[in-house]
């Protein structure tokens, strides 16, 4: 059964493939003559949104993750359920992101603007960006001119994206189907250099990680003591910051957390059982992100990321409202 499931997965994923070999319908600039003021106005929202409220950075560039996870990046996770079907954002991995109504209020304006011309995909996958650059992070021009998708179901979201707890392997397996390789989970890892974290997203590192009571010996035992302080076991509600005391600005600090065993998740610390994505990992974390090519290439990756699955031509819609289909 478990091999049947995982076959399906592989052949969905190889669909997905397909389409971002297929997505030329991307492009940097695709609005520029059919609405020109896009990257203009969601800028100026998002901008608007973060400084009153700048926690929301985080969950924005979560939300372009968990949305080319499931169906490609077609702002599947923007919808709403409707009768007789729940969507994606209300799956478990789904139900702390944040963050919709900046993106409600980007379409809201750019329907005034141009009506029925710009997706929702496409205004995530501009906030997203624009919310990462605002901490300092690295900035990246855009492919815009993605469809929205028509279905969101809350159980594909419960399989697909990969979870806290997969070691390197599966990982690999899963990021591999959707055409992304080793350096693209490594430069990803600094992801979790901004932002919170539910206690039980890893208890099983601090309390029982064989199922004996014993703590994750591939983590620093110091830094487990300090965790223990604040969660608990069984604790469903407590947050903690992935980036101790600087959880709000980009830096490559997680590089060197993760070096020294201190990666929150099983998934973070599975890059140091594999000796490329380790020797990647030492080496960002030794290079000032500045200096160093990291900029460019984890732009590059969130472009690639950005492409999965994409719905090109009359395979998406332009939805009127993000979270609803048209
Ligand atoms: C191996 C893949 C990944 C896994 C297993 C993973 C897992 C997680 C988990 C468990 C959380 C904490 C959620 C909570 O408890 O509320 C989290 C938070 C977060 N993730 Fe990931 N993640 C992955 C990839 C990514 C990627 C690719 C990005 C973006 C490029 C990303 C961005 C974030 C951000 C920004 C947060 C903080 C959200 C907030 O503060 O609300 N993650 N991730």
């Not at 029925?116 to 501009?126: K, N, Q």
Request: glycine share 8%; aromatic share 10%; net charge positive.
């Amino acid at each position: 059964m478990e091999k049947i499931k995982f076959l399906s997965f592989l052949i969905v994923q190889l669909f997905l493939v397909m389409e971002v070999v297929n997505s030329q319908g991307v492009e940097v600039g695709f609005y520029k003559k059919i609405c020109p003021n896009v990257e203009a106005i969601v800028k100026e929202i998002t901008v608007n949104y973060i400084s009153s409220a700048p926690t929301l950075t985080a969950p924005l560039l979560r939300m372009h993750f968990h949305d080319c996870f499931v169906r490609g990046y077609d702002g599947s996770v923007l919808l709403n359920s409707t009768n007789g079907n729940q969507a994606e954002k209300y799956a478990i991995p789904n139900q702390s992101l944040r963050g919709f109504q900046v993106i409600d209020a980007a379409k809201s304006a750019l329907e005034k603007e141009c009506p029925d011309v710009v997706s929702c995909s496409d205004i995530l996958a501009l906030a997203a960006r624009d919310a990462f650059s605002l901490v300092n992070g690295p900035s990246w021009q855009a492919p815009l001119g993605r469809g929205d998708g028509r279905v969101s179901i809350l159980s594909e979201a419960l399989k697909n994206p990969p979870t806290p707890f997969d070691n390197f392997t599966t990982l690999k397996t899963i990021f591999g189907a959707l055409g992304l390789n080793v350096k693209d989970l490594v430069l990803w890892a600094i992801r979790h250099t901004i932002g919170m974290s539910h206690c039980f997203s890893f208890p099983s590192r601090l309390y029982n990680f064989t199922g004996k009571g014993n703590m994750d010996p591939n983590m620093d035992q110091n830094y487990i003591n300090r965790l223990k302080i604040k969660s608990k076991p069984n604790d469903v509600t407590t947050i903690v910051e992935m980036d101790p005391g600087s959880f709000k600005s980009f830096d490559t600090d997680y590089y060197t957390m993760v070096a020294k065993r201190r990666g929150l998740f099983g998934s973070d610390a599975a890059l140091l059982t594999n000796s490329q994505a380790k020797d990647y990992v030492l080496w960002l974390s030794q290079s000032k992100p500045h200096g160093s090519t990291f900029f460019k290439d984890f732009g590059e990756s969130m472009v690639k990321m950005g492409k999965i699955g994409v719905l090109t031509g009359k395979a998406g819609e332009i939805r009127k409202h993000c979270a609803f289909r048209n």
